[in-house]
């Protein structure tokens, strides 16, 4: 039976996906060894995205949570998420990109999945070259869209161009959840292809319903490596379920190399903090076509609905939808996928509350057309709708700019000089000043549940090692525990 491996998402993929980011490392160290010894090819665990989240609301160090999975799961790699820019919005100084590539591997990260928001091919290179010399295995992103660009012979290019620069594997990635169970068929064999001997993964979201149906056919077309998150982190707006996708790629004849009794407790345990913390619990959706038309991501539209919501306007929706389709053609079929899908979101938006298309710019937007984004994207677009951007007062302002390029000192001398080490210094440019000082100075963590034993396990320990104790008893509704010190005599 051929094989079939996992690479697991639960920890970035689908805390970003259903619980806004909202996973504290408390949550994870209680089941990291059980992830790590479950066959996982790779645990996805961090995003430059991330550090602004868990700084300012959580107080949680990013590179602390690093090093504490990387040493309770020393089997399994550990995988970042990296982009065109580390921060995701915004243009990051070279300087800084690179010294974030070295502090991952320093902390524990293995691999980097490298994804561009429009494939392109430089950006990969430069991508792909930064992180090798960092030591870091890469895995490039393929990025699935729909649009009369989005071909099959696209694909079939960008694939060569992987080929070409010797990735360590390719992977199929459709963030927007947009793939078919018979489109996947024909792109995945597409991508094998032309892969040779590259290993390929797949990647999808269950925002129409059909993630997991997509899963099984990339692994009858030949992908051997799938990206799955644990329930309840699963489904929903996240990636399809791995006990699912298991389980039915061995009714099919195929080989998992996955111990889903090891994960159990880990669904079981992420359940449990769902319910404390009142978090979402990942479950599948019906399936809607006109997703496929505006192809905006499911954490986004939640995100729009919350802003309508606020200023009384929720009823806009529909229009907002349909807007996005438009500024999309418009702006010549960008990828539905951060940070594109937010510019176009935000743009439509604009729109639909002016009453006039384009009345209103949004820098971003602005910033596109003038080729900042890329002279490509900037080329695709509608030409009379550029003309008329970048005629406008605004767009000659921002012409001029240039991305700074500060070097690595005079970073260090605006986030607290000479004296602030690396992994302080990149906490503190994704988070700010202030939050940091903010986390630094918030009451320490309890020690239970810090080194991956459950809260009452590492308790009990403790407790047991106390001289002066005869017994412990822990008793809660049907559950007893009782243990008590044995004197052993002599003879």
Same mark, same amino acid.
């Given at each position: 039976? #051929? ?26 160290? !209680? ?39 990387? #040493? ?13 820019? *580390?921060?995701? $919005?915004?243009?990051? !100084? ?10 991952? =591997? ?52 960008? *694939?060569?161009?992987? =080929? #070409? ?23 995945? &064999? ?11 993964? $797949? ?27 644990? !329930? ?7 990636? !399809? ?21 090891? /994960? ?6 992420? *359940? ?19 997703? $496929? ?14 802003? /309508? ?15 996005? =389709? ?20 935000? &743009? ?47 767009? #000659?302002?921002?012409?001029?700019? &240039? ?23 990149? *906490? ?34 403790? /407790? ?28």
């Amino acid at each position: 039976m #051929k094989p079939v491996h996992f690479v697991d998402t639960t920890l970035r993929d689908g805390n970003a996906s259903l619980w806004a980011m909202g996973m504290r490392t408390d949550m994870i160290l !209680p089941v990291a060894a059980r992830i790590d010894r479950a066959g996982f090819q790779s645990i996805e665990i961090t995003t430059a995205s991330f550090f602004k989240k868990m700084v300012r609301e959580h107080r949680n160090d990013p590179w602390e949570r690093l090093r504490l999975v990387a #040493k309770l799961a020393p089997r399994t790699p550990l995988r970042a998420i990296i982009g065109r820019a *580390t921060a995701t $919005f915004e243009h990051t !100084p070279a300087s800084v990109s690179n010294l974030y590539l070295e502090r991952l =591997v320093a902390n524990g990260v293995r691999e980097v999945r490298i994804s561009d928001s429009s494939n392109t091919v430089s950006v990969w290179e430069r991508r792909v070259r930064d992180s090798r010399r960092a030591g870091l295995k890469t895995i490039l992103n393929l990025v699935y869209s729909i649009s009369p660009v989005h071909t099959d012979d696209y694909y079939k290019k960008l *694939t060569r161009e992987a =080929v #070409k620069l010797g990735v360590d594997r390719i992977c199929l990635k459709d963030p927007g959840g947009l793939l078919k169970p018979e489109r996947t068929r024909v792109l995945a &064999q597409v991508v094998v292809r032309e892969a040779k001997e590259v290993p390929v993964e $797949f990647h999808t979201h269950c925002n129409t319903g059909l993630g997991p149906l997509c899963a099984l056919e990339a692994v009858k077309a030949g992908i051997d490596i799938i990206n799955p998150a644990i !329930p309840p982190l699963a489904n929903g707006s996240s990636n !399809p379920s791995v006990f699912n996708v298991a389980e039915n790629a061995a009714a099919l004849g195929f080989a998992p190399t996955i111990d889903l009794d090891a /994960l159990r407790p880990v669904s079981d345990h992420f *359940t449990q903090v769902a319910r404390r913390e009142g978090l979402p619990v990942g479950t599948p959706l019906e399936y809607k076509e006109a997703h $496929f038309m505006h192809q905006v991501p499911g954490g986004m539209i939640s995100n729009l609905r919350h802003q /309508l919501a606020q200023m009384k306007m929720l009823d806009r929706l529909p229009e907002v939808l349909q807007e996005i =389709v438009r500024v999309r053609r418009d702006f010549g079929y960008p990828i539905m996928v951060t940070p594109y899908s937010q510019f176009v979101g935000v &743009q439509a938006t604009l729109n639909v509350f002016a009453g006039e298309r384009y009345k209103q710019l949004s820098d971003q937007m602005i910033h596109y057309a003038l080729g900042f984004w890329g002279q490509a994207e900037s080329a695709a677009m509608d030409p009379d709708l550029r003309d008329r951007i970048l005629a406008s007062p605004r767009a #000659k302002e921002l012409a001029g700019w &240039q991305p700074p390029e500060p070097s690595l000192a005079e970073v260090r001398e605006h986030f607290g000089g000479p004296g602030v080490g690396d992994d302080e210094l990149l *906490t503190r440019y994704l988070a700010g000043n202030d939050a940091v000082a903010a986390m630094r100075a918030a009451p320490p963590k309890s020690e239970h549940g810090m080194d991956g034993r459950l809260p009452l396990v590492a308790l009990i320990d403790e /407790l047991a090692r106390k001289s002066s104790l005869s017994q412990i008893r822990v008793e809660k509704k049907d559950f007893l525990f009782h243990m008590a010190r044995v004197e052993h005599s002599g003879g």
